[in-house]
């Protein structure tokens, strides 16, 4: 008999049932090395102890903003050993593609939100712009030459990258990457010249002098050192500019509630791990505490966001297939 089975009926008749008893798999539908990635990893090793020194381990399934991956995680067993770390891209993706392979509200079970992550407004390190004024300038000069790197559609790079083309008036050259750690070596050793990536990723290299940073992505300025100098958007001009990106934790749906309660009281305790807050906010994430920590916050957030988003892309009517 089948282990999953096994565990079903175990759970059916509420005799002892022992979760997890073999390794879990966290799917990150982007790159490793890249923002997302890093997230999961640390909420990964936040997670074993309160999953009893569980084993976990990290899957890349990068492309297609994020969807392929999600879509890999929709259609594994519900049996607590496959889950899905994905960010705002769970919610733009719904709008953006016109033929998602899973229903986003319906086809997952929410196990609770990790953290809220700025951007930051990247550029290499031998444009000759050396700050957001100076940007703006450079790209008017520049028009129709300017690359612009991201995850590709429905990535937080994407859309923030989308935001500020509409923001500014200029359109740049996009190109995609199966997430933005393969993005970033390509800004480092200058193939393309600006991006739009979270601090999770940005961090490191912006205290390295690896990339020119010219601001921030949301309404107010950062506390993290080697980001607190930088302006925001909305003060260099563009008002209203407020993109941050949230990072939830999914399984696929039909997961047993024994398990995705235990999944979620696991999260609780991980949020609270001192190492994992440190990490965490040393990239510049502020760990989530309020109501979207449980599984209908979590739920009830996603729809509103797929909303709010939602409404901007068919306003721009873009639309991947
Ligand atoms: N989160 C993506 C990554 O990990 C990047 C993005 O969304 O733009 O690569």
Not at 74 to 96: E, Q, V
Request: aromatic share 6%.
């Amino acid at each position: 008999m089948k282990k999953t089975l096994i565990a079903a009926l175990a759970l059916a008749t509420g005799a002892a049932f022992a979760y997890p008893d073999k390794p879990i798999t966290i799917v990150v539908p982007f790159a490793a090395g890249g923002p997302t990635d890093k997230v999961a990893r640390d909420l990964a090793e936040a997670l074993r102890k309160p999953l009893g020194n569980a084993t976990i381990v990290v899957e890349n399934v990068g492309g297609a903003g994020g969807t392929l991956g999600a879509a890999k995680v929709a259609k594994a067993a519900p049996d607590g050993y496959t889950l899905l770390l994905y960010h705002i891209g769970m919610a733009t993706s719904a709008t953006l593609y016109r033929n998602l392979p899973y229903k986003t509200l319906d086809d997952f079970e929410y196990l609770g939100m990790v953290n809220d992550v700025p951007m930051t407004l990247i550029g290499r390190s031998t444009l000759p712009a050396n700050n957001y004024a100076e940007l703006v300038k450079w790209l008017g000069d520049n028009k129709g030459k300017v690359n612009l790197a991201n995850a590709g559609l429905g990535a937080a790079s994407h859309l923030c990258g989308l935001l500020f083309q509409q923001k500014i008036g200029i359109d740049m050259a996009t190109i995609p990457y199966k997430g933005t750690a393969p993005a970033m070596t390509d800004l480092i050793g200058g193939q393309v010249d600006i991006m739009c990536d979270q601090t999770t990723n940005t961090t490191p290299q912006i205290e390295g002098g690896k990339v020119k940073a010219y601001a921030v992505t949301t309404p107010q300025r950062l506390t993290t050192p080697a980001l607190k100098n930088l302006p925001t958007l909305d003060e260099s001009g563009l008002k209203g500019f407020n993109v941050s990106i949230w990072h939830g934790l999914y399984a696929p749906k039909g997961t047993p509630a024994a398990i995705t309660d235990k999944l979620n009281a696991a999260m609780r305790e991980a949020l609270k791990d001192a190492e994992f807050i440190k990490r965490q906010e040393a990239l510049g994430a502020v760990i989530v505490t309020d109501d979207r920590l449980t599984p209908a916050g979590h739920r009830k957030f996603v729809a509103a966001e797929i909303d709010k988003w939602g409404a901007a892309i068919k306003a721009a009517g873009q639309y991947a297939d």
